[in-house]
């Protein structure tokens, strides 16, 4: 009973009002609070951008410098939180790791859960933004069997990740600025945008009260999947399946086959009918890695002929496909060392001050009410319960 507005996978449906992040999908344009995506990843840190997101404002220096060093005292976890890892499969999928520790962490900060007060709220966000990445390289030291690092509160929340992620307890780890540089860059990429599927999940499951790290637990899971997050290292796996450029015409073919499940990854966007922005960034980042690292790939020419051939090929012209953030974040998170299965587990990193600070607008909202979508009722008609015997 009831008419509702019937809108599947919610194309047309503005589920909240946010002050957070802008996207003109037609003309490849995203801001947040206001700042182009462009400008933030050249010029500014992920540290500035996540206080930007959270605070509304650009911090000046003493309030980037406090926020900081808030974030770093929060850095380390409870060391009984280590042994969750210890029950997963070595060879468990980093993601999968993932969904259980940080859903695990609402054992730990009961404290955190009276979210109607303010102070609860922001250190809650804190505890997440700072621990992130403590939990992703220990998910990593797992999969490999090396010792987990602890933080180095010396570094920059970028250098202390990569040193907990390659450093071990036997050697000195030097932060490469350049790694460290483009891993910022990429983390500024994937901060926030709007209402993804995995943002609405967390606004969803936060609507009904439910303990914030729990929340950000179902985020994480709705972003494994490779239509979301998932396709980073998707685009990856394709970009070696693929191999050289002779064989793409082969593989844009089979995009374009409606019979053929295959869909090109790290291609197409709900949101963009044009370059994504950060696919811009990204590109030119590859090149700087390569640079710096003096290494390359030849997956990234294969990559680039791949863009070239889809970009003129009228089936990707019509529908207006274009290279989206994950097509070529796969190439540098490979060259700077991170096994496919991780490349997930750092956008979620880099989500999570985007979850958390939609989360905290969410609860800030007087007018904040459960989620609750409709539905159009498809099943049988009321009728009358048959015995097992008379079936
Ligand atoms: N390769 C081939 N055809 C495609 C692709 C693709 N990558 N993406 C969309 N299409 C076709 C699709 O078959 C459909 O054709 P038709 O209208 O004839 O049925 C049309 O384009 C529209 O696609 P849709 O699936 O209805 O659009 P959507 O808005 O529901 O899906 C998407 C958006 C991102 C899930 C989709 O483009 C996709 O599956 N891309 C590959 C996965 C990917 O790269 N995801 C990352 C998204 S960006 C960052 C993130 O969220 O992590």
Not at 199 to 213: D, E, H, K, W, Y
Not at 328 to 349: E, H, K, R
Request: glycine residues 8%; hydrophobic residues 40%; charged residues 20%.
């Amino acid at each position: 009973t009831g008419m509702f507005t019937f809108d599947p996978g919610f194309t047309s449906t503005a589920s909240c009002e946010s002050a957070l992040t802008y996207i003109d999908g037609d003309e490849g344009v995203l801001l947040h609070r206001g700042y182009p995506i462009g400008q933030l990843a050249e010029q500014s840190s992920f540290m500035e951008v996540s206080y930007l997101l959270l605070n509304g404002e650009l911090p000046s220096k003493p309030e980037l410098d406090a926020f900081t060093r808030t974030i770093s005292r929060h850095t380390m976890v409870h060391e009984q939180l280590s042994s969750f890892y210890k029950g997963f499969r070595r060879d468990a999928h980093p993601m999968s790791i993932m969904c259980g520790v940080v859903g695990a962490l609402s054992a730990f900060y009961h404290d955190s859960t009276d979210i109607a007060d303010p102070l609860q709220r922001r250190i809650a966000s804190h505890r997440l933004i700072a621990k992130m990445p403590t939990i992703a390289a220990m998910a990593y030291k797992y999969s490999v069997g090396q010792p987990f690092v602890y933080p180095d509160n010396s570094l920059s929340y970028t250098g202390n990740f990569l040193k907990m992620t390659f450093g071990v307890p036997a050697e000195e780890y030097e932060v490469i600025p350049a790694v460290e540089s483009a891993m910022d860059k990429i983390f500024i990429l994937h901060a926030d945008h709007e209402q993804n599927a995995s943002t609405s999940t967390v606004r969803l499951a936060g609507s009904s009260g439910a303990n914030p790290f729990a929340c950000i637990a179902a985020g994480i899971a709705c972003l494994w999947g490779p239509a979301h997050g998932g396709a980073n290292e998707a685009a990856l796996n394709m970009l070696k399946e693929i191999g050289t450029p002779d064989r793409i015409p082969h593989y844009i073919e089979r995009a374009k086959d409606k019979n053929d499940p295959f869909r090109l990854m790290g291609f197409g966007h709900r949101v963009y009918k044009n370059y994504d922005p950060r696919a811009i960034v990204m590109q030119q980042t590859v090149r700087e890695v390569f640079d710096a690292l003096k290494v390359n790939d030849p997956l990234f020419e294969t990559a680039l002929e791949l863009e070239h051939l889809a970009l003129n090929d009228p089936y990707f012209i019509e529908k207006k496909l274009f290279p989206n953030v994950d097509f070529y974040s796969g190439i540098i998170l490979n060259a700077i060392g991170f096994p496919t299965d991780m490349f997930t587990v750092l956008f979620a990193l880099a989500r999570t001050v985007g979850w958390v600070a939609q989360w905290n607008e969410m609860i800030s909202d007087p007018g904040q009410k459960i989620g609750r979508p409709r539905q159009l009722y498809t099943g049988p008609t009321q009728r009358d319960y048959v015995p097992v015997d008379k079936r």
